[in-house]
């Protein structure tokens, strides 16, 4: 007889990030402007690394993936926040909820292996000078890639799995600007507890491991560095600086979503907004503005093609 009586959500009603109408407004031409200036240089970053025969080495095959992972993330979730802010009722349905949700998790899981797969890189660039061709040769870089989507999708699917066997009849007020794990839980009709626990041991614990265990991989390079000449040490150290801040800039809010119990804190909406929107299309401007080549690269790539 309850299930009978139970009324199966379709859609949800995105909340958003204020109900402040000149706030939305703000926010509105704050995050156009920015996406407008900032994807594009993504996308040079891509096509540099792409064209340029000089940009072989592992480190640029790497930069180009994560320019293409941070630029398809941020498709998943910017052009709907944009559409949305001009829209009186911010509706989604069930599917396309579920879809954003495993694509978010999918390139996000993605993303994080590639930066563990990056301090690798470094660890035997720095530390195993002499191994590194050997090691770090064409196949061993695309079975690298491989491993890295196999697991962001791995990652995702096991989201989507154990959220797709909740049943949604209650609210259906998302108190977001897009569908994640801990707002979505939160709207279904059973006691979701153990639900919670398995997705923060999924994606809050591993990337608690993942930031732990790269911090300590950049610590024993860092102390590997001081073996250097002068100017190898300030590359090295230049580069792995890099590195630390993109893991920071990644993980960072990350940690704070996910290895918590779903309770709502204010400070959530804004967390969510630099994790979705605006670092995943800073991480590769970082890499390539602290870079000498990619930058030389980029200048000429642009002066051949620069029509005055």
Not at 74 to 86: A, E, G, Q, T, Y
Not at 171 to 189: E, Y
Not at 300 to 307: A, C, G, H, N, P
């Amino acid at each position: 007889m309850e299930k009978e009586n139970l009324t199966v959500v379709t859609e949800f009603i995105l909340l958003g990030l204020t109900q402040s109408q000149d706030a939305q407004l703000l926010i509105f031409v704050l995050v156009l402007v920015f996406y407008l200036i900032i994807l594009p240089g993504n996308f040079l970053i891509i096509f540099t690394i792409v064209s340029d025969p000089g940009l072989t080495a592992p480190l640029y095959f790497f930069l180009g993936n994560l320019a293409f992972l941070d630029a398809s993330y941020s498709f998943i979730v910017v052009p709907r926040m944009l559409v949305d802010f001009l829209s009186e009722k911010k509706v989604i349905s069930y599917r396309s909820c579920i879809t954003q949700l495993f694509f978010l998790h999918f390139l996000g899981a993605g993303e994080m292996f590639l930066l563990v797969v990056m301090a690798f890189d470094r660890y035997i660039a720095i530390c195993r000078p002499l191994r590194y061709s050997t090691v770090m040769n064409p196949r061993t870089r695309y079975a690298l890639l491989l491993a890295l989507w196999l697991g962001g999708f791995t990652h995702s699917i096991v989201q989507v799995a154990l959220i797709l066997h909740l049943p949604f009849c209650g609210p259906n007020q998302l108190d977001n600007f897009f569908c994640d794990v801990p707002q979505v839980i939160k709207l279904a009709c059973p006691d979701t507890f153990i639900v919670e626990l398995l997705m923060v041991s999924n994606s809050g614990l591993l990337s608690l491991l993942c930031f732990l265990g790269l911090l300590a991989s950049y610590a024993v390079i860092l102390c590997h560095i001081r073996k250097y000449s002068s100017e190898g040490k300030n590359k090295a150290i230049s580069t792995c600086t890099t590195h630390i801040i993109i893991v920071f800039l990644m993980f960072g809010p990350a940690i704070f979503i996910y290895t918590r119990p779903f309770q709502a804190f204010l400070a959530d909406k804004i967390v969510s907004l630099f994790h979705t929107v605006i670092f995943p299309l800073m991480n590769p401007v970082i890499y390539t503005l602290r870079n000498q080549e990619v930058k030389a690269s980029m200048r000429k790539l642009l002066s051949q093609y620069m029509v005055f």
